[in-house]
């Protein structure tokens, strides 16, 4: 190599060199996982986890002008921070600010040097001068005495912030007699200790605490025999998560860690006041909640802070309670509402001489009241509202059943009810006169005034006949609302269904008939039969299914409860039910597999949220094909959900006279016990054997013999067999191999005979989304049963497969033909 050409080498070799110093000395090479004594970490450098799961650095969340030293994930979309250092000491100024190891310690100092977080250790060993901190693909930040010493110094998961993640524990030291604390941050952008918190206590229990002060839920204590905690029965039945609980001489804790290695969970102390366990979905790029307690958003104590109100049908929850406004919308605004409400006016008191300036009293019907009430002696409401007027102290009072209740000071934890739970009560809120409107004063009307009667009369002619002609154009415009419903004339919806003439199907809990409104859009009408109710216990019941919304839901739109006649009004699903186009297909194209499975993942969504997101647990007790409908889109809308408690004493007829349904009840329904939501679990899964099949599952056979294909399904799942022996023939063996191993295997899941051994919906849901894993089900033994007890048997198997086909369109055109008015007759049923 010439003079000229090595130049550069010459220039470049001691310029890397310097870099290599630099990087060996006091600054970080980039990557690394690794801080070594006289290292610092300064600006937007970070450390990195050898597997890439984690990185640590500075960061601010959201829009905050403060900055923190703090852990997070890498591999996710969205920042999720698991760790904070100095959650209550922030820096303005991340490039001035550094974090070292000094004198064996991690210390971060601001820009004017001076520290903000330490580790404080005192030991002899942690004046090392070899020391080294390094972060974990566990998300563990360890400092150590040296580069290949196992001896831990100091460790993050020992002093866990607001997130546990696994192989982490929360315990009690026995030996120092402390514990450790999950707590929430204060609100989204501030990660400074919260209000909420969760520590375990001596009693081998998990409590969740508000200001450290009172706790408002409880674990249960732990059951060695069980390996769960009483409380929460959940843990019996999963499968992502392995659970310990270590109780011996130096300390008691509880610790989880993750099957699959590359699923990410975590277990966070939510500044919502709710623990909530969460699994990443790459799929959709989100967090899927797995698991979270309190179940309600207002059951957490004191969320909605002094004179707010919790409601679980709005999105934010908290509101304030009339005339009261937010102390800090910019809190509310990051969900922190612990600050609560303030007074739009002062109170008068004591009040002066003009009765104008005296405190009035607003009236709050249907809620939960307020936490503290005092009882005072009176003998009426007057006198009830007489002893807090006298008392400045007093901020509301209620008078019910002849006890007078009355609250001091700021109001905690009321709730306004939803319109179907007529569980609340009222009360009346102190206000100042000027926030009260004054129901003596009527509003003033302005008189028309159009020179004579007659012009007047003329005027009012117009009006009355204008009025006439749009009640003529739109008949169904003159209804009544009730909360979210529409209150329909019985003599609407004979218009509307020209008379109930177009029937689009029936069963047990009466028939469906097509409507138009005026504004031309379509609705399926329900007339209900066998119902006794009273009129106004249909219609609390009907107010409660009519809060109900989401997506895989079919959406109530109103109801008419007319004398004896009841009905319901559904959006009308274009693509009717399910068993049309899964069953018989006479004149509809076969679902593909790719459309089965996400009807399948639609209606564990739709049950997911009724067992487990409504207010109180709804069962539906009837999930089968038919009860599955589809829009436009082929999206699934779980129907006629919450009608068991609409038809009462006499659902029992029903079940057992639906055609159909007996194949799908689960074996407690035969032996008399309480139903649980796990009866809809046993109902979902034999249905899923429907969507594999394409068939109903019990068949009979040109010999007069019995096709159940349910046990055959089972014993091939079992044995590990080829699946695609099990599908459609109409599909020609196009599925996912994949999927359909999950359908097979969630279908014998659902169907065990031990209901504590099925799986919930949301697992279900999580199964097929592919957050959870599913084991290898054994044979449920009911499925046996059914053979031992049913002449002339036969099951499914790989040579009568051939045939399938042909057997299948033969009784899917006979099932046709004998149920006009059921089945078949639901290609667009509502």
């Known amino acids: 190599m010439d003079g000229k050409s090595s130049s550069p080498w010459l220039f470049t070799l001691p310029s890397f060199l310097l870099c290599l110093s630099l990087c060996t000395t006091t600054r970080l090479c980039l990557g690394s996982d690794t801080i070594s004594a006289n290292q610092s970490l300064f600006g937007n450098q970070t450390l990195v986890s050898s597997g890439g799961n984690f990185e640590l650095g500075f960061f601010s969340p959201g829009n905050s ?82 580069p290949n010493s196992s001896v831990t110094l100091w460790q993050s998961f020992d002093h866990p912030t607001n997130t546990w993640l696994p192989g982490a524990k929360i315990g009690i030291d026995k030996r120092r007699n402390t514990s450790q604390l999950l707590t929430s941050w204060k609100n989204a952008e501030d990660p400074s200790i919260g209000l909420f918190s969760l520590q375990l206590e001596p009693s081998s229990e998990y409590f969740i605490w508000w200001n450290r002060s009172e706790h408002y839920w409880t674990s249960g204590v732990w059951d060695n025999q069980t390996k769960i905690f009483s409380l929460v029965p959940e843990m019996r039945l999963n ?120 405190d009035r009293f607003s009236l709050r019907s249907n809620v939960k009241l307020p936490e503290d009430p005092q009882s005072v002696v009176a003998g009426s409401d007057n006198e009830c509202q007489a002893a807090c007027l006298n008392n400045c102290s007093c901020t509301a009072y209620a008078f019910k059943d002849n006890n007078c209740s009355i609250w001091f000071g700021d109001l905690f934890n009321a709730q306004q009810l939803t319109q179907g739970d007529t569980s609340g009560s009222s ?134 409860s007319e004398g004896d006649n009841r009905l319901l009004v559904y959006d009308f699903m274009p693509n009717g039910s399910l068993d049309y186009h899964l069953l018989y297909r006479k004149d509809s194209k076969t679902l593909d597999w790719k459309t089965r499975y996400q009807i399948a993942l639609g209606t564990a969504r739709g049950l997911a949220y009724l067992h487990e997101k409504c207010r109180d647990c709804i069962i539906h007790c009837d999930i089968k094909p038919e009860n599955i ?40 329904w035969i032996s008399g016990v309480a139903i649980t939501a796990k009866a809809d679990v046993y109902s979902y899964g034999m249905m899923l054997f429907e969507f594999v099949s394409g068939r109903r599952n019990s068949e009979p056979s040109d010999n007069g013999a019995i096709r159940f294909f349910p046990t ?67 044979i449920p033994r009911a499925l046996q049963l059914f053979v031992d007890n049913t002449e002339h048997v036969v099951f499914f198997t790989e040579s009568s497969s051939s045939n399938q086909s042909s057997q299948t369109k033969s009784n899917a055109s006979t099932a046709s033909s ?13």
């Open 239 to 358: 499968y992502i998560y392995d659970f310990k609980y270590v109780d011996n001489e130096n300390e008691s804790y509880f610790t989880y860690s993750v099957r699959d290695a590359n699923t990410i969970s975590m277990f966070v102390m939510d500044l919502s006041g709710q623990i909530k366990q969460e699994s990443w979905l790459v799929s959709s790029g989100a967090w899927n909640l797995f698991w979270s307690q309190p179940r309600q958003q207002c059951e957490v104590y004191r969320l909605c802070g002094p004179f707010g109100v919790c409601s679980e049908s709005t999105d934010n929850f908290c509101s304030c309670l009339p005339g009261f406004s937010t102390s800090s919308p910019r809190d509310w605004n990051l969900s922190d509402w612990s600050g609560g409400c303030k007074r739009n006016s002062d109170l008068n008191c004591p009040a002066n001489a003009s009765n104008e300036q005296i």
């Open 427 to 560: 009360f009346y809120l102190r206000l100042a006169a000027s926030d009260v409107e004054d129901p003596s004063k009527k509003s003033n009307v302005t008189a028309i005034v159009a020179g004579s009667v007659s012009a007047v009369v003329a005027m009012l002619a117009v009006v009355l006949f204008g009025i006439w002609r749009w009640r003529r154009r739109a008949t169904v415009t003159t209804k009544t609302v009730e909360g979210s419903l529409i209150a329909f004339a019985y003599r609407d919806l004979q218009v509307a269904t020209k008379n109930f003439s177009e029937k689009l199907g029936g069963g047990g809990f009466g028939s469906v008939f097509k409507g138009t409104l005026p504004d031309s859009s379509h609705i399926a009408v329900k007339k209900l039969e066998s119902i006794s109710q009273g009129e106004k216990q249909f219609r609390t019941e009907v107010s409660t299914i009519g809060t109900i919304q989401h997506v895989n839901l079919v959406r109530l739109r109103g109801f008419c």
């Open 818 to 830: 004998q149920n006009q008015n059921s089945s078949s007759s639901t290609k667009s049923r509502s």
């Open 629 to 668: 409908l589809l829009d436009a889109e082929f999206c699934p809308k779980v129907a006629d959900f919450g009608l068991a408690k609409l038809v009462g004493r006499d659902f029992s007829r029903v079940l057992t006279t639906m055609r159909g349904t007996r194949g799908y009840l689960a074996p407690e």
């Open 712 to 778: 055959w399904a089972a014993s091939k799942i079992a044995e590990g067999g080829d699946l695609l022996d099990l599908l459609d023939p109409n599909l020609e063996t196009n599925a996912d191999a994949d999927e359909l191993t999950k359908i097979c295997r969630v279908a014998c899941w659902c169907v065990q005979d031990d209901e504590t051994r099925r799986p919930s919906m949301g697992q279900v849901v999580q199964i097929l989304e592919g957050v959870l894993d599913v084991n290898l089900p054994p």
């Open 65 to 146: 002008s403060y900055s923190y030293i703090g852990i997070w994930y890498k591999k996710v979309s969205v920042p999720t921070f698991v760790w904070v250092a100095n959650r209550g000491n922030p820096v303005t100024d991340r490039s001035s600010a550094e974090l070292k190891i000094s004198g064996g310690n991690l210390v971060m100092v601001n820009e004017s040097r001076v520290p903000v977080w330490y580790t404080n250790l005192t030991t002899s060993s942690s004046g090392s001068s070899s020391a080294v901190a390094v972060l974990g693909d566990d998300g563990n930040f360890v400092l150590k005495e040296g």
